[in-house]
DNA sequence: AACACAATAT
DNA sequence: CATATTGTGT
């Protein structure tokens, strides 16, 4: 840090000249971005001018500079409680001097119980949701970046918290988390979306003003002021964002559910061999739900014939495994008499339970949210190289090659060149 | 507690 | 429409 500071003056020479800085007048950020992360006018303006271009003016700047800077870094890197502190400071800078400085930060929210809604969420995140208050996983700086990259180059977030807007006017208070998975594999059905659109997907409080800081006046006034509270409750008590399950997360579903084989395929092991952070039991236990529909639907039907509606399962094959076992699903209730050979290889290799997760959980566990740049691959490594297994059908072996990732084609973020 | 499944809600 | 939630039974 001091090390750091002392370069300051290295800075020196290399400053502009009044005549080379950008007019005051020029917006340093976009307005729709500004409003979108809820930075006050002012701070989308250049702030510091070098009206004494002494060089101690500029030493003081930059360095003042500099350390604000710094103080905003530890404040979007999601450090722990550690910086929290620091983190507040900089959300509520001293009233007194330099209001310009100073990204604000929503209050964290919480329930009644005191508990982040999103609680439930695994840490890990990144800056994921553990600050619903504001596109935590976005938390303005490093993550900005990928949120941008998120909208140009990839896939829409998987989460999206639909709104139950309470208040039309001015804003939509509810902020749209985004949790966002690794866009793996081409980005097919993913639509990318302007810089707006990722602010709007991101729901960011557009110019929230002052309501954020200053809890907004519960004067409870005569009859009808109970709105407010019911806003400040939609502050705190985000509804969880609604899970979209995109082809990718598709794909990790119905990889996790040929691993285990249909007898296995619990929402529960599912859900813990998909390995997503942020994923529910319950929302794996719908998706099974639908996705067994759609089995039994799909061989009831000889001829493969994706009915339109099957956009989704039609993306991701349907595991030989899983086709070969989803006769079990017809005959229902399952009085599966699996002899101890028998059908039973239609579910799956019996992959040791405690031992397929790490198939998928070796690097870093892939998180929803994938706007900090943490690259996707990590997560899918050994799926396409399984270990050879002597037990494969040739069938199950071809879905094995189909459904890893190619070798030439790693999954990137950022698909640097092009499509 | 976890699950399956249908029905219903959003 | 796609998910979430709920209700019922296992």
């Not at 005051?24 to 930075?39: D, G, K, M, V, Y």
Request: glycine share 8%; proline share 8%; aromatic share 6%.
């Amino acid at each position: 840090m001091s090390r750091n500071l002392d370069c300051i003056s290295d800075w020196d020479p290399c400053l502009p000249s009044p005549e080379e800085l950008t007019p005051l007048s020029q917006r340093l950020i976009p307005h729709e971005l500004a409003s979108a992360f809820n930075i006050p006018s002012a701070s989308t303006f250049i702030k510091y001018a070098v009206t004494t271009p002494s060089s101690s003016d500029a030493l003081n700047t930059s360095q003042s500079a500099f350390e604000s800077l710094l103080r905003v870094r530890s404040v979007l890197t999601p450090a722990e409680s550690d910086h929290k502190h620091e983190a507040e400071k900089v959300a509520h800078p001293r009233q007194g001097d330099d209001p310009g400085d100073a990204y604000k930060i929503f209050p964290k929210p919480m329930d009644a119980s005191g508990h982040s809604p999103y609680s439930s969420a695994q840490a890990n995140l990144s800056g994921g949701l553990s600050i619903p208050g504001i596109p935590s996983s976005v938390a303005i700086g490093q993550n900005l970046t990928g949120v941008l990259g998120q909208g140009f180059n990839n896939g829409p977030p998987q989460f999206i918290q639909s709104s139950s807007t309470h208040r039309l006017d001015s804003s939509n208070s509810d902020m749209s988390h985004l949790k966002s998975l690794q866009p793996e594999e081409r980005g097919d059905n993913l639509t990318g979306g302007s810089i707006l659109e990722a602010a709007k997907l991101m729901q960011l409080k557009v110019d929230p003003s002052e309501e954020v800081e200053s809890a907004p006046s519960r004067e409870t006034s005569q009859g009808n002021s109970v709105a407010v509270s019911s806003e400040e409750q939609s502050a705190r008590t985000l509804k969880k964002p609604r899970l979209v399950w995109t082809p990718q997360l598709h794909k990790r579903f119905v990889d996790a559910v040929a691993q285990l084989g249909i007898k296995h395929a619990v929402p529960k092991t599912i859900m813990q061999l998909m390995n997503v952070d942020g994923l529910t039991r319950e929302n794996v236990a719908s998706h099974l739900q639908k996705y067994r529909l759609y089995l039994k639907r799909m061989q009831g039907l000889s001829s493969d014939g994706p009915s339109s509606s099957d956009h989704l399962f039609a993306s991701t094959p349907v595991p030989p495994s899983l086709t070969a076992s989803a006769h079990f699903l017809v005959s229902q209730h399952g009085q599966h008499h699996d002899h101890a050979f028998g059908p039973v290889h239609n579910g799956a290799l019996p992959r040791v339970l405690g031992n397929g997760v790490h198939h998928y959980s070796a690097n870093i566990s892939p998180s929803l949210s994938s706007f900090h740049g943490v690259n996707a691959r990590a997560g899918f490594s050994t799926l396409g190289r399984l270990p050879h297994s002597p037990m494969l059908t040739g069938a199950e072996q071809g879905y094995m090659q189909q459904s890893s990732s190619q070798p030439g084609h790693m999954l990137t973020l950022f698909p640097s060149s092009g499509v």
